[in-house]
C-alpha cells in the first residue's frame, strides 16, 4: 500500500536567525554512537571551532564548539532520538572568536579527493537529514557513479532543507560540480517531489551551465525519501546492505550545504536550519540555530502554548520529548496540542502490515511479550532490527496505538541494549 501523508507546510518563508543562547550544550554523539573522547577540561577557553572531543573507533570525527567561551561542566541532555546523552556545557561570551582566521577558497572543485576527505572529516560533516553518518566515508568508496541528491522531505511539517535549497541554490549547485570532478563521480541526480515544482524552477534557473547535474521528480509518496526507496526510484535499482554496492552515493541537500562551507571557508559543522512547527506554536518558523542551543529557548521565542506536546524530529520519525539540545541532525521541532492518549485496542486489521515499507509485521511484534532471555527467539523471527523507523504503521493504526514505538522496543532489545 502506498501512502500519501497531509502537508502541514509552513506559511511563512522568512528564515529566523537565533545566535544568542546563553550557555550551549554539545551532545557527545556522533550518528547514534557516544564512544566519544573529551579533549577539552572544566575552566578551559574554547573557540568557535575548537575541537573539544572525538569520536572513538572506526570513525574518528571531530565534535566542535558552536560558540567562543568558557567549558562550565559535563551534563546530561536529552537529544534527537529522545535519549539522554553527556553534553559539554560551554558559557557563550557572545565574541564569536574563532582559533585561526578561516580562508576563503576562490574556487572549491580544485582540491584532490585526499584533501577532500580530509576538510570533510576535520570539519565534521555528518548526514543532515537524520542518521548522522559520517559524510566522509561515503567518499571513501571506490568507483562512485551517481551523487544523489535527496531534496525529498517526505515528513509533514519539514521545510528546513526546502528552505536552504531555496536560498542557496547556486551554492549547492557549485558544490555538487566540485564533488564530481573530484571524486570523478559521471553524474549527480537532485531529487525533489513532484509537488515542489517551485523548487525545481529555481533549480531549473540555474543549472544550464552544470551539464552533469539532473533535477528530477519523485512521487509524493511516503517514505520515499528513505535512502533504499529513493535509489530505487531514481535508478531503478536495488541493493542489499549500502547505496555504494551499486555505485551510488546518498547525499541529504542540507548536508551538501555543509560541505560547501567546509570547502569554501574550512568551516565545522556548527549550525543548522531546523524547522519549528505544529499548531502549539504561534510564529511556526525555519530556524538558523547553532548545535547545543536548549530548544525551549527558540520555541519560547516563536511563543509556544502551555502544556504543548513537543517532538523531537517530524510526527512519522520523531520521538515525544520534554525538552532538548540541538545536534546535528535534528531537523525539525514540532509542538503539537494533540491529545496522544486517545488509544482503543488493537482491532486487528492489518493496515500496519500492509503498509510497512521493509515488510514487517509490525503489530505481530506489538504483542510479542518479552519477560525472560529465552523470549529473544520469538523476537528474531520476526526481525524487528529491520525496522527503519517510519512511523507509518502508527500513522495508519485506526486505533491509534503507538505501534512505531512498541517495535522500537523489540529492536532494542534484540540489540542487547533493552
Ligand atoms: S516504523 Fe518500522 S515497523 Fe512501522 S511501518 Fe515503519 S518500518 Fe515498518
Ligand atoms: S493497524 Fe493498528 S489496529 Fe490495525 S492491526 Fe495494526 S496495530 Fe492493530
Redesign the pocket.
Given at each position: 500500500m502506498k501512502v500519501k501523508i497531509d502537508k502541514h507546510k509552513l506559511t511563512s518563508e522568512e528564515l529566523i536567525v537565533y545566535n544568542k543562547p546563553k550557555k550551549v550544550y554539545i551532545p557527545l554523539i556522533s550518528g547514534n554512537d557516544t564512544n566519544i573522547t573529551i579533549l577539552v577540561n572544566k575552566g578551559e577557553y574554547v573557540y568557535k571551532g575548537s575541537i573539544i572531543g572525538k569520536r572513538k573507533g572506526d570513525f574518528r570525527i571531530p565534535i566542535h564548539a558552536s560558540v567562543s567561551g568558557t567549558v562550565l561542566d559535563f551534563e546530561e541532555r536529552t537529544c534527537y532520538n529522545g535519549e539522554k546523552v553527556k553534553c559539554v556545557v560551554i558559557e557563550n561570551d557572545f565574541k564569536e572568536k574563532i582559533e585561526q582566521k578561516l580562508s576563503i577558497k576562490k574556487t572549491i572543485n580544485q582540491y584532490t579527493k585526499e584533501e577532500f576527505l580530509n576538510l570533510l572529516k576535520e570539519n565534521g560533516i555528518v548526514g543532515m537529514g537524520g542518521a548522522g553518518f559520517p559524510t566522509y566515508v561515503k567518499y571513501e568508496t571506490k568507483n562512485i557513479n551517481t551523487l544523489i541528491i535527496n531534496a525529498v522531505e517526505c515528513e509533514p511539517y519539514i521545510t528546513a532543507d526546502y528552505s536552504i535549497a531555496k536560498t542557496k541554490c547556486e551554492e549547492i549547485l557549485e558544490t555538487i560540480d566540485a564533488i564530481l570532478e573530484i571524486n570523478k563521480i559521471n553524474e549527480a541526480i537532485i531529487a525533489i517531489k513532484k509537488e515542489n515544482l517551485e523548487l525545481k524552477q529555481i533549480f531549473d534557473n540555474f543549472i544550464g551551465t552544470y551539464l552533469k547535474i539532473k533535477v528530477k521528480l519523485v512521487p509524493n509518496i511516503y517514505p520515499m525519501g528513505w535512502e533504499k526507496a529513493l535509489v530505487k526510484q531514481v535508478t531503478g535499482k536495488d541493493y542489499d546492505n549500502y547505496p555504494s554496492d551499486i555505485g551510488v552515493v546518498v547525499n541529504n541537500i542540507s548536508t551538501i550545504y555543509a560541505i560547501y562551507e567546509a570547502l569554501k571557508y574550512n568551516k565545522p559543522l556548527i549550525e543548522r536550519i531546523i524547522t519549528f512547527s505544529g499548531e502549539s506554536l504561534e510564529k511556526p518558523s525555519n530556524v538558523l540555530v547553532k548545535i547545543g542551543t536548549p530548544v525551549h529557548e527558540i520555541l519560547d521565542e516563536l511563543k509556544i502554548k502551555p502544556n504543548s506536546i513537543i517532538v523531537a524530529g517530524g510526527p512519522m520519525m520523531g520521538n515525544k520529548v520534554e525538552d532538548l539540545v540541538v545536534s546535528a541532525n535534528l531537523n525539525c521541532v514540532l509542538a503539537l496540542n494533540d491529545d496522544l492518549n486517545m488509544a482503543t485496542p488493537c482491532l486487528e486489521c492489518g493496515k500496519?502490515v500492509s503498509?510497512?515499507?521493509?515488510k514487517?509485521s509490525?503489530v505481530l511484534?506489538m504483542k510479542t511479550k518479552y519477560k525472560k532471555e529465552k523470549d529473544i527467539k520469538k523476537f528474531k523471527v520476526l526481525h524487528p532490527e529491520q525496522?527503519?523507523?517510519?512511523?507509518?504503521?502508527?500513522y495508519i493504526c485506526p486505533a491509534k496505538l503507538f505501534?512505531?514505538e512498541r517495535?522500537k522496543e523489540a529492536k532494542n532489545i534484540i540489540r542487547g541494549d533493552k
Amino acid at each position: 500500500m502506498k501512502v500519501k501523508i497531509d502537508k502541514h507546510k509552513l506559511t511563512s518563508e522568512e528564515l529566523i536567525v537565533y545566535n544568542k543562547p546563553k550557555k550551549v550544550y554539545i551532545p557527545l554523539i556522533s550518528g547514534n554512537d557516544t564512544n566519544i573522547t573529551i579533549l577539552v577540561n572544566k575552566g578551559e577557553y574554547v573557540y568557535k571551532g575548537s575541537i573539544i572531543g572525538k569520536r572513538k573507533g572506526d570513525f574518528r570525527i571531530p565534535i566542535h564548539a558552536s560558540v567562543s567561551g568558557t567549558v562550565l561542566d559535563f551534563e546530561e541532555r536529552t537529544c534527537y532520538n529522545g535519549e539522554k546523552v553527556k553534553c559539554v556545557v560551554i558559557e557563550n561570551d557572545f565574541k564569536e572568536k574563532i582559533e585561526q582566521k578561516l580562508s576563503i577558497k576562490k574556487t572549491i572543485n580544485q582540491y584532490t579527493k585526499e584533501e577532500f576527505l580530509n576538510l570533510l572529516k576535520e570539519n565534521g560533516i555528518v548526514g543532515m537529514g537524520g542518521a548522522g553518518f559520517p559524510t566522509y566515508v561515503k567518499y571513501e568508496t571506490k568507483n562512485i557513479n551517481t551523487l544523489i541528491i535527496n531534496a525529498v522531505e517526505c515528513e509533514p511539517y519539514i521545510t528546513a532543507d526546502y528552505s536552504i535549497a531555496k536560498t542557496k541554490c547556486e551554492e549547492i549547485l557549485e558544490t555538487i560540480d566540485a564533488i564530481l570532478e573530484i571524486n570523478k563521480i559521471n553524474e549527480a541526480i537532485i531529487a525533489i517531489k513532484k509537488e515542489n515544482l517551485e523548487l525545481k524552477q529555481i533549480f531549473d534557473n540555474f543549472i544550464g551551465t552544470y551539464l552533469k547535474i539532473k533535477v528530477k521528480l519523485v512521487p509524493n509518496i511516503y517514505p520515499m525519501g528513505w535512502e533504499k526507496a529513493l535509489v530505487k526510484q531514481v535508478t531503478g535499482k536495488d541493493y542489499d546492505n549500502y547505496p555504494s554496492d551499486i555505485g551510488v552515493v546518498v547525499n541529504n541537500i542540507s548536508t551538501i550545504y555543509a560541505i560547501y562551507e567546509a570547502l569554501k571557508y574550512n568551516k565545522p559543522l556548527i549550525e543548522r536550519i531546523i524547522t519549528f512547527s505544529g499548531e502549539s506554536l504561534e510564529k511556526p518558523s525555519n530556524v538558523l540555530v547553532k548545535i547545543g542551543t536548549p530548544v525551549h529557548e527558540i520555541l519560547d521565542e516563536l511563543k509556544i502554548k502551555p502544556n504543548s506536546i513537543i517532538v523531537a524530529g517530524g510526527p512519522m520519525m520523531g520521538n515525544k520529548v520534554e525538552d532538548l539540545v540541538v545536534s546535528a541532525n535534528l531537523n525539525c521541532v514540532l509542538a503539537l496540542n494533540d491529545d496522544l492518549n486517545m488509544a482503543t485496542p488493537c482491532l486487528e486489521c492489518g493496515k500496519c502490515v500492509s503498509v510497512c515499507p521493509v515488510k514487517l509485521s509490525p503489530v505481530l511484534i506489538m504483542k510479542t511479550k518479552y519477560k525472560k532471555e529465552k523470549d529473544i527467539k520469538k523476537f528474531k523471527v520476526l526481525h524487528p532490527e529491520q525496522c527503519i523507523g517510519c512511523g507509518l504503521c502508527s500513522y495508519i493504526c485506526p486505533a491509534k496505538l503507538f505501534v512505531r514505538e512498541r517495535v522500537k522496543e523489540a529492536k532494542n532489545i534484540i540489540r542487547g541494549d533493552k
